[in-house]
């Protein structure tokens, strides 16, 4: 069997602990296939990448490489985190470009493939991930590498009209257009690509999603990132009777809780979520004390200025709702931004009534797929959650919200703490279904199912 090879931006060295992040979460559940991963170490150190430092760690070789705080800058801060990511999330307006920065990124691109390419055996599968490292493909290509090179978006790809404004955004697209298979967690991803494609490139795509590149065919695929539902159901439902949670019931006091997850950042949508629970507590006055809203947000690229503003505003936000409506024996929103143990959060999300889950824009949104698995399917929460997450592509018995309307989510949270069991036990069940049918195994196979070629893939 060929070996597979993963890339991606940071790589999760063994021991390390958990960090907050999707990529992460979704690749360990399949880890066992994985014979290589390159990446990043997470370090910057004045000589940067200059040496490769390996670890294997049950069968699996972890290389990695450093960077120096110049690379850094210009790759991560710079045009990854500040051109690509609003870019790709619809926020236009909070693009930031600069020349020196797509340099740097390339630059560092290059890096990882000049580091990489002398790891690499004749049969290995290369499995690139995410916008950091679009254009390693072409590069390896041009460094003699024959191997075939996948490559997988974990984010939304976004309309012609919206990609246009990102300058040499038509360099991207050709890096694109030099892997064998490029992966798209919707649809509606994988369309708006190959309308790019067409608009910008001009080539011919046929109606199977193969892009007909001079000389060789670029499959694009649509594949799901999931999770493992059943082992994070019973981790919920261990997690549910540890110290931690009795701790949080007796804090409780039989309120209702509601809880969301997400990673600090302005795609989450949280200060939509804030107004929308200030909305609830004002025009349902009805939950006044019998409701507590639980938001875990751990930070996150703090160096890019957006992310760095977004705190103070949640802060005073949430000040602001705790001082409106909060009394002397109850705080409505309690909101923490640390990060939590993954099965501590299972363990919440267990008892938790509502699950908040209302990004602006998001690839997939691994926290609904949680929600879902960690419920009691006797007595299940509601899972609230916006439409343009690509989870609702999948998770249509959910409650679902245009999350730029906070009165609308409002309405919802009402629905989730008002909705009778007969209806919550049914829309788990289906909800549960789909979670079950998208695990980490199933993305994994339909994306290296393609990448090897295979029929079905
Ligand atoms: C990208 C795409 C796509 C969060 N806080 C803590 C914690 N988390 C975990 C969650 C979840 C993961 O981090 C976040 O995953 P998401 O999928 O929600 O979002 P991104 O990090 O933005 O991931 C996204 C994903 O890639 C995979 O393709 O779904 O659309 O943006 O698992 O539970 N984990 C721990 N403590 C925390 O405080 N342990």
Known sequence: MARLVVVSNRVPLPGQGQRAGGLAIVLQDVMDSVGLWFGWSGNTTPEGGNTVQTVTHRNTEYATIDLSEDEYQKFYIGYANSSLWPLLHFRQGLLEFRREDLEG??????????????LLQPDDL????????????????RLGVRNRVGFYLHIPFVPHSVFSALPQGDRLLQDMC?????????????????????????????????IHVPGRPVQTIVAPVGIDGLAFGRQAE??????????????????????????????????????AFNRLLTRF??????????????????????????????????????????????????YMSQGVSRS???????????????????????????????????????????????????????LIVNPNDPDEIAEAMHTAFTMPLQERRLRHARLFESVLRLTARSYCNTFLNALSNKPGG
């Open 285 to 334: 006055p009805e939950h006044s004390q019998h409701v507590s809203y639980l938001q875990v947000a751990v930070p996150s690229r703090e160096e890019v200025t957006e992310y760095a503003q977004l705190r103070p505003i949640l802060n005073r936000m949430a000040g602001d709702i705790n001082g409106r409506h909060g009394t002397f024996d109850w705080v409505p929103l309690r």
């Open 178 to 210: 030099e892997y064998d298979v490029v992966g798209f967690q919707t649809e509606e991803h994988r369309a708006d690509f190959l309308d790019t494609v067409r608009q910008t490139l001009g080539h011919d795509i046929t109606g199977d999603g193969v």
């Open 126 to 141: 290369i499995w690139v991930h995410d916008y950091h490292l679009i254009p390693m493909g072409g590069q390896l290509r």
């Open 105 to 118: 990124y390339r630059a560092v691109n290059q890096l990882y493939s000049k580091s990489l390419q002398p």
């Open 238 to 275: 261990r997690a549910a009777r540890s110290k931690n949670n009795k701790r949080l019931m007796d804090s409780l006091n039989h309120r209702h809780l509601m809880i969301g997850v997400d990673r600090l950042d302005y795609s989450k949508g949280l200060p939509n979520r804030f107004e």
């Open 344 to 398: 501590t959060l299972a363990g919440f999300h267990r008892v938790s009534r509502v699950g908040l889950v209302t990004p602006l824009r998001d690839g997939m949104n691994l926290v609904a797929h949680e929600y879902v698995a960690a419920q009691n399917p006797e007595d299940p929460g509601v899972l609230v959650l916006s439409r343009f997450a690509g989870a609702a592509s999948y998770l249509q018995d959910a």
